[in-house]
Antibody, heavy 120, light 110 residues
Framework: EVQLVESGGGLVQPGGSLRLSCAAS????????MAWVRQAPGKGLEWVANMKGVGSEKYYVDSVKGRFTISRDSARNSLYLQMNTLRADDTAVYFC?????????????WGQGTLVTVSS | QSALAQPASVSGSPGQSIIISCSGS?????????VSWYQHHPGKAPKLMIYEVIKRPSGVSNRFSASKSGPTASLTISGLRAEDEADYYC??????????FGSGTKVTVL
């Protein structure tokens, strides 16, 4: 059974940093692109970043470029999102999602999310 | 890349059919057959309902169907049920983007 479990969310002050983790199980982690998607309070889903299964190819939404870094540890089957210089508008539930591989360009499994609140 | 446009809300009675539209442009939905739809019950993990414009993943009810015409994609829910009440999002893959979601539609079962 595919499982994605996010952790690391919490309350952080503007300008602060936070590192999110996503523990993956039930599939061969290195085979899949993985992504972070967020949902601000009362808003819709927004793709944040994604990363290839093997190698360093990665992409970011413009609003987080230079502040967020996506990474993964294949030995731990884990995906990470290092978030620096956080702003109030980064407040959101952050979801970890797997990108389908046989029929790509969609997210076939998601975690339940972890809440990040940026506030003083 | 701006969010794809969806109606904020759509409602219907049990057993009825409803259609949710998703309007993009010639640079996303209009060009690529890489549209997916997600059902999201608040507090839960989003669920893939449709991929590649019209395809249903295994286990998704055939009451859910989808189509595309030019820059607009549509999701149809037939035989509406109470458990269909949720938020629905379209999503388009755009090379270099690479993903843009719709603004979301709240479906209410009356």
């Amino acid at each position: 059974e595919v499982q994605l479990v996010e952790s690391g969310g919490g309350l952080v002050q503007p300008g602060g940093s936070l590192r999110l983790s996503c523990a993956a199980s039930g599939f061969t982690f290195t085979t899949y692109w993985m992504a972070w998607v967020r949902q601000a309070p009362g808003k819709g889903l927004e793709w944040v970043a994604n990363m290839k299964g093997v190698g360093s190819e990665k992409y970011y939404v413009d609003s987080v470029k230079g502040r967020f870094t996506i990474s993964r540890d294949s030995a731990r089957n884990s995906l990470y999102l290092q978030m620096n210089t956080l702003r109030a508008d980064d407040t959101a539930v952050y979801f970890c999602a797997r990108e389908a591989t046989v029929t790509p360009y969609n997210f076939d499994y998601w975690g339940q999310g972890t809440l990040v609140t940026v506030s003083s | 890349q701006s969010a794809l446009a969806q109606p904020a809300s759509v409602s219907g009675s049990p057993g009825q059919s409803i259609i949710i539209s998703c309007s993009g442009s010639g640079s996303d939905i209009g060009t690529y057959n890489r549209v997916s739809w997600y059902q999201h019950h608040p507090g839960k993990a989003p669920k893939l309902m449709i991929y590649e414009v019209i395809k249903r993943p295994s286990g998704v009810s055939n009451r859910f169907s989808a189509s595309k015409s030019g820059p607009t994609a549509s999701l149809t829910i037939s035989g509406l049920r109470a458990e269909d009440e949720a938020d629905y999002y379209c999503c388009s893959y755009v090379p270099g983007g690479p993903y843009v979601f719709g603004s979301g539609t709240k479906v209410t079962v009356l």
